[in-house]
């Protein structure tokens, strides 16, 4: 079964700077665990079918201007004593709109967090709230990998324990790269499309080195070398060299490594004295960008390829 994942409403409180109507309620206790939002608009007329008591509800003008020009205030407290009893996680005014006092009655006898918002549009504040929501719940699992930086684009560098992620990370770090995680990348499925990485609290901007043990690269190398997130767009294996191995000489069909049902394009680096793993790890994540912006090194080699042959062969029948 997939974990559920949850904050409070203490957390959206302090991360969206709202204003508490309600303090004498225990936010810490109320978790939310959809990231999205809903607006009560059939809600306020008395339509509960099919609400969904789960998500923060939002008020706008529209919602603010129905409740003061469609019922009276008694039926206003019946709304919303029944809209509270499905024990909502809170209830948001948006554009620094003050709610009524029956509200914030309402609120405190169920326990319903009455908030208010300062932005300048009600759209503005759902979006941030829904994008933060949708990252703090995504699915996640974490994995023994070494995430980095590299010229924008996120290389999750993995291997057996001891094959050199770590040295590779911090050759990456003192070329200008920058470190998310070493040893324990915490990976988060924010979409079907992307998927971001990030390091456990314990271990953020710490490198492990064998022989040396401990640095904290931010001491070190500086606020710039370190990063608290990024997406993860490639994957880099590090493996023993085989003799026997098949390698991928050309690249021209990428292989993919799955994370929590997203595919990201994967290279297995054969280790071997004198190959330096830092510059070949730049050099894929150029390659991966490029590839992006529609230019593929193999494909233009593949294409020259066969339009020498095909030209020699023409010129063999021509003889």
Known sequence: MEEEYSVTVTDLINKMN????TPEIDTDKILIKDPNMNRPAV?????FEHFDAARIQICGNVEYAYIANMHSREENIEIFE??????IPCLIF??????????IEAGRKHGIPILTDKSETTSEFVHEV??????????????????VDVYGEGVLIMGDSGIGKSEAALELI?????????????????SDETLVGTAPDTTRHFIELRGIGIINVKTMFGVECVKQTQTIDLVVNLEEWDKEANYDRLGLED????????????????????RNIAIIVESAAVNHRQKKMGYNAAQELYDRVTQNIARNSQNKEEM
Do not use: M
């Open 18 to 21: 709202l204003t508490n109507h």
């Open 174 to 190: 003192r070329r200008g790269h920058r470190l998310v995680s070493d040893d324990v990348v915490e990976i988060k499925k924010v």
């Open 130 to 147: 829904v994008r933060w929501l949708h990252v703090e719940l995504a699915p996640r699992i974490s994995i023994h990998a070494v995430l």
């Open 82 to 87: 029944k809209l509270f009893a499905y024990k």
């Open 255 to 274: 292989q993919y490594t799955e994370f929590l049902g997203n595919k990201v394009v994967s290279h297995s680096i054969p280790i071997r004295p004198g």
């Open 43 to 47: 809600q306020l007329a008395g339509f």
């Open 94 to 103: 948006c554009r620094n709109l003050q709610p009524y006092d029956f509200i």
